[in-house]
């Protein structure tokens, strides 16, 4: 199992873009000196300072949080104590989204590693064996299979935990950022279309392991400024009475376009909108604005964004033959961020119900600096609250309708959230 | 990211802005500031060239977030404007204004039109960019300070200058080359839908450009963020087609922006 803290280690995912950090950080084993920890240590903490939302911040933090530390820091034997000191003091700032280089696992690493190394062949087209993945109960298990994969040829079950992808082990007790799942996914995709993904699962104590084909899955590639390669998966399709259950991984403008040609296209008919955000870790909070455009019809307030001091009250404007009808949204404990930013505004508008487990509450808006010694820091620029002022960070989404998941449950075929979610917009 | 992706008011590249509500204690006579904006002019357009059109093509970099980004900004005179902002990896963002109503849009997923005072402002902002316009026809009251300032090294005249009731915003500052009469900063709020963002602007390297002179750069820093762009391309009296300056119907078919960056 994992721990809290591993896991809310695991889960710093940045709320700007919700993607892969993934500096796989030179190894980052060579010996330095004080000198070069002292660099370090104010190169991070003068970022912090100058882009943090409370302009007090290093009159407030200075004393408790860097000199209390700075002995340590300057004691590390090389960079990667050095992260892992400087990780630990801004630890007590209290605020997600803040780290520099996490201190990764052999696993994590070559994760990470591999997710980095570009194959051969046709990576051009998104592909991948057919089926997500999501956390339960600290491990990655699949949560769906799609009709017409390899995954679902060879049987692959949902509640089945993923253990090892083309040689890589997934060990989500191991701390690694971005999260385990996250890298999973990118591990499914990695290799393009006809590539074949060996991948080892486990159920009631069996493995076996398995050579499936990645097929193209409507996937579409995101890059933008210094971060690497995302794929964004969008799926969708209409269940029994006519409910569109929509989900999509990362919120980036392709999934609003998708979205959007869905709406148009299911409008007439629908009868309910099931929005699965678990696992989604968030991303560029102008889409969410977005999607709530095409899926209320009236003016969604999204909150506020407090930035530099300015506050901006980002909201949406209802779109012409915006879908007007029930909606659902699914969370569970990895949905974070722009997730949380999304349906906790659509649930304080009384646009959806919230299905699923609490979010984590990690929110706040961040960006990527390089710093002058190489390192690369994540740091909070603003504050992202609740339209009524309430804070999401630390706090969290609590949903409508608390659906814990099983994975027992998934292997017998059972989505409880989903159906439990299916159920209340059929009321 | 966030923060540039924020301000759709951040693509018309004049932003800026204090909330300390600007304001000039000892102004100097009106026949001196009268002065100062007929030398601005004849600064800024020396040849007096009346354009009909004008496209402006900047390369911009955001430094901290390794960005780079192409903005395109059209103007066809009296009254329409386009500005397009193209970055690698997502839809392009674009504004238009076609004299009467203005419209974020973003290719894919829908358009917002613009009300109020962001419509107001869209106005002003069409206004600006047209140099056959005085600086007296865009702002209805402007107060010229005694006082010189230090921009960049540069001594500059402070002109302090008020918007109309529709856009309610604390005035605009604009800092003048004491010497050329070229514009070189630009602090001011402006609203966006997402709220008033403050920022300020700095011009620098100015060129000439078809009697036209204009800056070939220029650093925006708003919300903690700098952006600078790089004018590449000018091209004035071009074909502009009327239907360039309203939001198009988009098919829903062709869900690949890719095709049409830049």
Redesign the interface.
């Known amino acids: 199992m994992m721990t809290t803290a591993m896991k809310r280690n695991s889960r710093k995912i940045f709320a700007a873009l919700a993607a892969l950090l993934m500096w796989v950080t030179a190894a980052a084993e060579n010996s330095t000196s004080s000198a070069r920890a002292q660099q370090v240590l104010d190169e991070v903490w003068n970022a912090i300072a100058r882009s943090h939302y409370n302009p007090n911040f290093d009159q407030e933090f200075r004393k408790s949080v860097y000199d209390k530390h700075r002995d340590a820091v300057l004691r590390s034997a090389n960079d990667r104590e050095i992260a892992e000191n400087i990780n630990r003091m801004v630890a007590e700032i209290g605020d997600s989204h803040i780290q520099l280089a996490p201190p990764y696992g052999e696993a994590g690493t070559a994760a990470l590693r591999a997710v980095n190394t570009p194959v051969n062949g046709n990576d051009a087209i998104a592909a991948d064996p057919g089926f997500s993945v999501l956390d339960v109960d600290g491990k990655v298990v699949v949560h769906q299979v799609f009709d017409g994969s390899a995954a679902a040829e060879k049987g692959v079950r949902p509640g089945e935990e993923v253990i090892n992808i083309d040689g890589v082990a997934i060990q989500p007790e191991q701390p690694v950022f971005p999260g385990w799942t996250m890298l999973t996914r990118s591990l499914l995709l990695r290799g393009g279309a006809g590539s074949k993904a060996r991948v080892t699962l486990r159920a009631d104590g069996k493995e076996r392991t398995l050579k499936l084909e990645r097929r193209p899955n409507n996937g579409t590639f995101f890059q933008v400024g210094a971060l690497p390669r995302l794929t964004a998966v969008y799926r969708s399709r209409l269940l029994p009475d006519n409910i569109l259950y929509v989900q999509f991984n990362l919120f980036v403008p392709e999934m609003v376009s998708r979205f959007r040609k869905d709406i148009r296209r299911y409008r007439e008919q629908m009868r309910g909108l099931i929005i699965d955000l678990r696992g989604n870790p968030g991303g560029i909070l102008m889409t969410a604005e977005w999607i709530a455009a095409w899926c209320c019809a009236r003016e969604v307030p999204m909150g506020k964004l407090i930035i530099d001091g300015t506050t901006l009250t980002p909201r949406s404007v209802p779109q012409p033959r915006a879908y007007d009808g029930p909606v659902a949204i699914l969370i569970d404990g990895e949905s974070c961020s722009t997730s949380e930013l999304f349906s906790g505004a659509m649930q304080d508008a009384k646009a959806a119900i919230l299905v699923g487990a609490k979010t984590p509450g990690m929110c706040l808006p961040s960006e990527f600096v390089k710093l002058p010694s190489g390192f690369r820091l994540q740091t909070v620029f603003g504050n992202s609250l609740r339209t009524d002022g309430r804070q999401i960070e630390k706090i969290g989404i609590t949903p409508d309708l608390e659906v814990p998941m099983h994975a027992e449950a998934l292997l017998k075929g059972h989505d409880e959230v989903l159906e439990r979610a299916v159920k209340a917009l059929q009321r | 990211?966030?923060?540039f992706?924020?301000?759709s008011g951040l693509a018309v590249l004049l932003l800026a802005g204090c909330?300390a509500i600007p304001t000039v204690e000892n102004p100097a006579p009106k026949q001196e500031t009268d002065a100062l904006l007929a030398a601005m002019e004849k600064a800024a357009n020396p040849g007096k060239r009346q354009v009909k059109t004008m496209r402006l093509t900047y390369r911009g970099e955001?430094p901290?977030?390794?960005?780079t980004l192409t903005i395109i900004s059209s103007m066809k005179a009296p009254d329409k404007s386009r500005t397009e902002l193209h970055?690698?990896?997502?839809?392009p963002m674009i504004e238009v204004f076609d004299g009467k109503q203005a419209w974020t849009l973003?290719?894919?997923?829908?358009?917002?039109?613009k009300t109020g005072r962001e419509l107001a402002f869209a106005r002003l902002q069409v206004k600006m960019s047209d140099p056959a316009n005085r600086l007296t026809d865009i702002f209805p009251d402007i107060k010229l300070d005694r006082k010189s300032v230090d921009v960049n090294g540069v001594s500059c005249r402070r002109l302090v200058c008020a918007f109309g009731p529709d856009i309610n915003l604390p005035p605009a500052e604009l800092f003048v080359d004491a010497q050329s009469h070229l514009l070189r900063r630009v602090v001011l709020i402006a609203p966006?839908?997402?709220?008033?963002?403050?920022g300020t602007t700095d011009f620098s390297d100015y060129r000439n450009h078809g009697g036209l002179m204009l800056p070939e750069k220029q650093t925006s820093k708003m919300?903690?963020m700098d952006l600078t762009a790089t004018l590449q391309e000018c091209k004035l009296d071009l074909p502009l087609a009327d239907r360039l300056f309203t939001p198009e119907e988009e098919d829903?078919d062709d869900?690949s922006?890719e095709k049409k960056q830049p």
């Open positions: 990211m966030k923060k992706l924020a301000s909330y955001i901290a977030n390794s960005m970055i690698p990896g997502m839809p973003i290719t894919g997923m829908g358009a917002k039109p966006t839908d997402m709220g008033d963002v403050p919300l903690g829903d869900n922006h």
